[in-house]
């Protein structure tokens, strides 16, 4: 499979704990994006790799957010003290020198 | 604030007609504008892109961009039932890196 691949898919958590989210991006895909859907929204961007430095981040993504893309591959998006409204389904993507190519997304409910 | 602004619709359609989707921007600057295809509970897919004013036509699928106006358009012609999806347009402004902004998407019903 040469796809962008993310785990977990789905991720039922209660509010105040932490979450982590892998994405695997193409593999000659250097970069590498997080983006956040929820309900009756269009994708809403959160942050950008170009190999391992996060070069955007949106102001969306609050100090509870954490990013990281060591070495350059595979990236973890981890949410700390979850909160009710970080309900959504958090897209990454990839792309090399063309179009964005998306994952199927982890859906995350908080309870 | 950079924008992308879709009609949420849904826009419903017979089978066999053509569907119009439309979509303004806010970025006079913008550089790239995307149409997306999002079945419910999947992920976005790539449909369409355009980067110069007109038309760009792909089988069934027709891009417009009028960038005096601001506005990307998405034709679908003879329209079926599994084209029923969002349809997200995205937009990449100027400068900076490359980020797409997404408008919140047209809602499409393709009814038999």
């Known amino acids: 499979d040469t796809g962008v691949s993310q785990n977990p898919r789905h991720k039922i958590t209660k509010r105040g704990q932490n979450v982590t989210f892998r994405c695997d991006p193409i593999s000659e895909h250097n970069r590498l994006y997080w983006y956040r859907q929820t309900l009756g929204q269009g994708p809403e961007f959160l942050t950008y790799?170009?190999?391992?430095?996060?070069?955007?981040k949106s102001r969306l993504l609050s100090d509870r957010f954490s990013a990281e893309r060591p070495k350059g591959s595979f990236s973890t998006l981890e949410i700390q003290r979850t909160e009710q409204g970080d309900s959504a389904m958090y897209l990454c993507?990839?792309?090399?020198?063309?179009?964005?190519?998306f994952g199927e997304g982890s859906r995350l409910t908080v309870l | 604030q950079k924008e992308v602004e879709q009609n949420s619709g849904p826009l419903s359609v017979p089978e066999g007609a053509i569907a119009s989707l439309n979509c303004t921007y806010s970025d006079r600057g913008s550089q790239s504008f995307f149409w997306y295809r999002q079945y419910s509970g999947k992920s976005p897919e790539l449909i369409m892109f355009?980067?110069?004013?007109g038309d760009k036509e792909d089988g069934r699928f027709t891009a417009q961009l009028n960038k005096a106006s601001q506005y990307v358009s998405l034709l679908i012609r003879d329209s079926q039932p599994s084209d029923s999806a969002t349809y997200l347009c995205a937009v990449r402004a100027s400068g900076g890196s490359y980020i797409p902004t997404f408008g919140r998407g047209t809602s499409l019903i393709v009814h038999p």
């Open positions: 355009i980067y110069s004013n």
């Open positions: 993507a990839s792309r090399d020198s063309g179009e964005l190519f």
């Open positions: 790799f170009q190999n391992e430095a996060q070069l955007e």
